[in-house]
């Protein structure tokens, strides 16, 4: 007598639109922006944070849960993504998900040394600056006076791989003793020396910017350095002030290193050039100015998060995967 033969069915994968991996407690704003956007647009999402990452670590590892795009904005300070993280490269370059801002592009922009030269080729006007090797590799700097002459005084120190905030950045630095000691602080890190870029005025306001670079949206803000407090940049302001070329700017920055989203810092100067300062920061700070005097605004960040959706609704056509229906 035959038996039968039972075949186990996998059940079909859950599959959402769009995943965000995030763990600060200020991301938490934005998140549900995107969200509530995301869900009055038909679009599934579903958020990865601390309490759930385990459960869906092993989801994804074991193909039960999939996602067309992902945003990661915690494994970069996070060691308890970085699994999670690494499954997430493996499929994107197997082609079976989109990650937004994919690492390799993460890790090349990050490097202030590598993007102050990829910027120069791509023809973005950068302070002068001096890139001396890691303290590990070559404790001799081989620095001459002359050399740190080009830089003026005061001037920059900054290591190229430490993460933002102004994190282990010297801004008055004066002398070679100031270079030989700050440098020993990141030892296997390269340092950039750089000229203090001084702004114009333009009217009242300073001529120090910060642009933001999503999905193709370019959207400039007033950034004041000293108070760290931004402002929308207005139609009448770009067109009054001339301040086109914060556009053009960023076209050659997203250019040079690749990032779906991203923001720079650049520099109306005294001879009226457009200096980039802040090559590119991969990981922005999203806090809303209503709830945070230091924030950005409002309406920045509700089309950045529109700039989002705008691009999942597109990824989605490129992953035509069979999907269990979700109700977002």
């Given amino acids: 007598m035959k038996h039968p033969i039972f075949f ?15 763990n600060w407690e200020y991301d938490r704003k934005f998140v549900g922006i995107i969200s509530a956007i995301a869900r009055a647009r038909g679009i599934t999402m579903f958020e990865i944070n601390r309490a759930n990452l385990e459960q869906t670590f092993q989801q994804v590892k074991n193909d039960q849960l999939r996602f067309s795009a992902i945003l990661d904005r915690a494994s970069d300070e996070d060691e308890a ?4 993280a690494a499954e997430l490269d493996r499929r994107a ?6 990650l937004i801002n994919p690492y390799a592009l993460l890790k090349k922009a990050a490097d202030k040394a590598t993007m102050h030269l990829e910027l120069l080729a791509h023809g973005v006007q950068v302070p002068y600056t001096i890139i001396i090797s890691p303290y590990n590799q070559k404790q001799e700097i081989g620095l001459s006076l ?13 290591p190229a791989n430490t993460t933002g905030g102004g994190l282990g950045v010297v801004l008055g630095a ?18 950039l020396l750089q000229e203090a870029v001084k702004p114009g005025y333009l009217s009242e306001s300073r001529g120090w910017f910060r642009v933001f670079y999503a999905f193709g949206c370019i959207l400039p803000c007033w950034w004041d350095d000293q108070t760290h407090l ?14 086109a070329p914060l556009r053009t700017v960023t076209t050659m920055i997203h250019q ?3 990032l779906d989203f991203f923001s720079t810092e650049i520099v109306f100067t005294r001879d009226q050039r457009f200096v980039v300062v802040d090559y590119v920061n991969e990981m922005c700070d999203m806090r809303p100015q209503s709830g945070h005097r230091d924030g950005v605004p409002d309406s920045v960040v ?11 609704v597109e990824q989605k056509k490129s992953f035509p995967l069979d999907r269990e229906v979700i109700n977002s």
């Fill in 8 to 22: 186990l069915l996998r059940p079909p994968a859950i599959t959402y639109d769009l995943g965000i991996a995030w």
């Fill in 93 to 98: 370059q197997n082609g079976e998900l989109r």
């Fill in 174 to 191: 004066e002398t070679l003793k100031d270079v030989i000691e700050t440098r020993q602080h990141h030892k296997n890190d390269k340092y």
């Fill in 302 to 312: 509700q089309t950045i998060a529109g700039s989002f959706i705008d691009f999942v």
């Fill in 81 to 84: 993504f970085l699994p999670f």
């Fill in 146 to 158: 002359t050399d740190l002459a080009k830089l003026g005084r005061p001037f920059i120190i900054k």
């Fill in 230 to 243: 931004y402002e929308a940049i207005t139609a009448d302001d770009e067109k009054s002030f001339g301040l």
């Fill in 256 to 258: 040079a290193c690749g």
